[in-house]
């Protein structure tokens, strides 16, 4: 049951609407980008009780949430999960970071910032293979209503030659986006531009209308002209964080979602979710709390495991553990898809011109397969893709084919020559990532205790 008390304990945020009621129209297991907005949405309505359970702190102020440039400060730190995977055997056997955001904001708060859509083709692909409504069309008007783009000035725009599509881009959103273009170095156009046309990579004038291939500036989810970001908790939270029919409640985190005794013609019923209140002293407590709607929204990593101790996915890992079977849904934990980013440097000779040291990449570059691999790597490529990985379904894997010899992006770079405290010039490629990796995998728990973290395998170059 519901105690007042009980909800004070661990909340940071004042409420007061919905004390008059034990039950809450919704509860949101997660305050990432995903449940805060939908939260902050959901309560437009003063008639809606929402209440949002976040397992990390709040971060508010936190100048490593806030500063964009700080964000890897927050790696491996309380605002991280901390998530490790499985040695992974196709490489090496190695272990890798999962990186995941514990805070309010969840990833939003301690990502890199980059905005960028997908392109058209891969959109109109989810619409083909059965997601209704996800198609470009669809999705573009929608997405453009979150944002509030920031054009670079005259000045910047002349100084940098920078270029980006108005038709591309919201005006009016929550979230602010901008070109990253404070204190950019010469370097850029001068040298990294032409240095990228000359391997024939032709300039995107906006990678945000649909088409992303090419070089094109970097836009960040920041105030204009600052490195200030902007997220979840500063573009939808802080705004309406006095309505009296919302509450956050952060060191919160929803463990399990509680079935109501009945069903209904063979549906179960969920009558509420139980979580754990870590106190002050760092003792965990766990509650429950009652509402006719519950949202889970822990992310790919958090929320097979919510479904799994509720007893929700496949028979075979729940019975394992011991688990009562409520929904028999082998997919649950199953096609687990993660781009892997990797970073490289070189130094370079005494002498070589650079961006300086204190520039990040102002430049992306996001090309297909042929962009930057070698004629031989492709003909590999090809051999490679006559076999189907085991876990990807056919159906996908006829669409990431097709993509692929279509020409749709595949790998993502964004490079600098940055100089250290002696001048010294590196070549830092400060982004390699796979964007449509091919390889599937699972995340599943191995244990009925809340607070241990899910077993994950992404099975990299699997
Ligand atoms: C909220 O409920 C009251 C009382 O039932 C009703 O008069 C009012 O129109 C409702 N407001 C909204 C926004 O639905
Ligand atoms: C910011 O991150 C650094 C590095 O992880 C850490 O030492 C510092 O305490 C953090 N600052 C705050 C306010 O959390
Ligand atoms: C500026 O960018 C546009 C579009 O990419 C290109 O056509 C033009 O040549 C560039 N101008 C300069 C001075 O680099
Ligand atoms: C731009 O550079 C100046 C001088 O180094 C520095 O004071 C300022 O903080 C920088 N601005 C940003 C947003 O990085
Ligand atoms: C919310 O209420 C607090 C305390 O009254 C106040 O300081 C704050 O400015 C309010 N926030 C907004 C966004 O209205
Ligand atoms: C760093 O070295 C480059 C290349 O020699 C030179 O152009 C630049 O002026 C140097 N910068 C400083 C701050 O010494
Ligand atoms: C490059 O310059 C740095 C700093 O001046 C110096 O320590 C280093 O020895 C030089 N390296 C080479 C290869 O000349
Ligand atoms: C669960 O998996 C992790 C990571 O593979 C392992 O360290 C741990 O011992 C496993 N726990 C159980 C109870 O099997």
Not at 86 to 102: F, T
Request: include cysteine; glycine fraction near 10%; proline fraction near 6%.
């Amino acid at each position: 049951m519901l105690s007042f008390a009980g909800l004070l304990l661990g909340a940071i945020f004042p409420f007061a609407g919905a004390a008059a009621t034990n039950v809450y129209d919704y509860v949101i297991v997660g305050g990432g980008a995903t449940g805060l907005s939908l939260a902050v949405r959901l309560s437009e309505d003063p008639n809606r009780t929402v209440v949002v359970l976040e397992a990390g702190n709040s971060g508010i102020g936190n100048p490593n949430i806030t500063n964009l440039r700080l964000n890897s400060n927050n790696f491996g730190t309380a605002n991280d999960w901390q998530f490790v995977t499985v040695p992974q055997v196709d490489v090496g056997n190695r272990v890798q970071a999962q990186v995941q955001g514990k805070v309010l904001g969840g990833g939003s708060a301690i990502n890199s910032g980059m905005y960028l859509r997908g392109n058209k083709d891969e959109y109109d692909a989810l619409e083909r293979l059965g997601a209704k409504g996800w198609k470009w069309d669809s999705m573009f008007a929608v997405v453009k209503e979150s944002e509030h783009f920031h054009p670079p000035s005259q000045t910047e725009v002349e100084t940098f030659n920078m270029t980006w599509n108005p038709a591309a881009h919201g005006f009016a959103g929550p979230i602010s986006v901008a070109i990253q273009a404070v204190n950019v170095s010469h370097f850029f156009p001068e040298y990294a531009v032409p240095t990228l046309k000359a391997l024939g990579h032709e300039m995107n004038n906006d990678p945000n209308g649909g088409f992303h291939n090419g070089p094109s500036w970097d836009f960040l989810t920041s105030l204009a002209d600052s490195s200030t970001r902007s997220y979840a908790v500063s573009g939808y939270y802080l705004p309406v964080m006095n309505r009296t029919n919302l509450r956050v409640m952060t060191e919160s985190q929803g463990s399990k979602i509680v079935w109501s005794s009945s069903s209904t013609r063979g549906l179960m019923t969920a009558s509420g979710v139980e979580y754990v209140v870590f106190h002050e002293s760092g003792v965990p407590e766990t509650r429950t709390i009652d509402a006719k709607n519950i949202i889970l929204s822990g992310s790919a990593l958090n929320t097979p495991k919510i479904l799994e101790l509720s007893g929700v996915g496949d028979p075979e890992v729940l019975s394992s553990l011991g688990i009562d079977v409520v929904v028999d849904l082998p997919g649950v934990g199953a096609n687990l898809c993660n781009q892997p980013i990797t970073t490289a440097s070189y130094l370079l000779k005494n002498g070589t011109v650079n961006a300086g040291n204190a520039i990040r990449s102002a430049i992306i570059d996001i090309q297909p397969f042929s962009g930057y691999l070698s004629g031989e790597d492709l003909k590999r490529s090809e051999e490679l893709l006559q076999t189907k990985p085991d876990l990807l379904s056919e159906a996908q894997f006829k669409f990431m084919k097709e993509q692929i010899k279509a020409g749709v992006p595949q790998m993502e770079f964004a490079w600098n020559v940055a100089a250290d405290a002696n001048n010294v010039s590196t070549l830092r490629f400060d982004r390699l990532i796979l964007v449509k990796p091919l390889s599937r995998g699972t995340v599943h728990i191995n244990s009925t205790d809340p607070l241990e973290p899910p077993v994950i395998d992404p099975k990299l170059a699997g």
